[in-house]
């Protein structure tokens, strides 16, 4: 049975940092590409970065330069260090899996198993 759970999530101010993470079991995590989305009220869910289990890391446009995404293959585990949020930032932060081996995928329906999302809150 697999499993992804996220956690490290939280009410900060604009400007403060956070670090999530995920830590999954049942699956082979060194042969997954990583991902991290989020969803705010209202809004379809957005990828927001991922890693690749061949080494290499893509981010979205809106996080390039202040996020930061990590795996540890000894623990199972993916984080994702966010520094100077910013309200806008704040929705249901989630994190999944992708099975496929060939590219980083920036769409949700690629990803094979999801874990149930951590709050972030940012106020201005």
């Known amino acids: ?13 604009a400007g403060a940092s956070l670090r999530l993470s995920c830590a999954t079991s ?5 042969s997954y590409i990583m991902g991290w989305f989020r969803q705010a009220p209202g809004k379809e869910r957005e990828f927001v970065a991922a890693t690749h289990w061949g080494g290499g890391n893509t981010y979205s446009e809106s996080v390039k330069g202040r996020f930061t995404i990590s795996r540890d293959d000894t623990k199972n585990t993916v984080y994702l260090q966010m520094n100077n949020l910013k309200p806008e930032d704040t929705a249901v932060y989630y994190c999944a899996a992708d099975g496929r081996v060939v590219f980083i995928s920036r769409r949700p329906i690629d990803y094979d198993y999801w874990g149930q999302g951590t709050q972030v809150t940012v106020s201005s």
Do not use: D
């Open 1 to 13: 049975q697999v499993q992804l759970v996220e956690s490290g999530g939280g009410l900060v101010q």
């Open 26 to 30: 049942g699956l082979t995590f060194s």
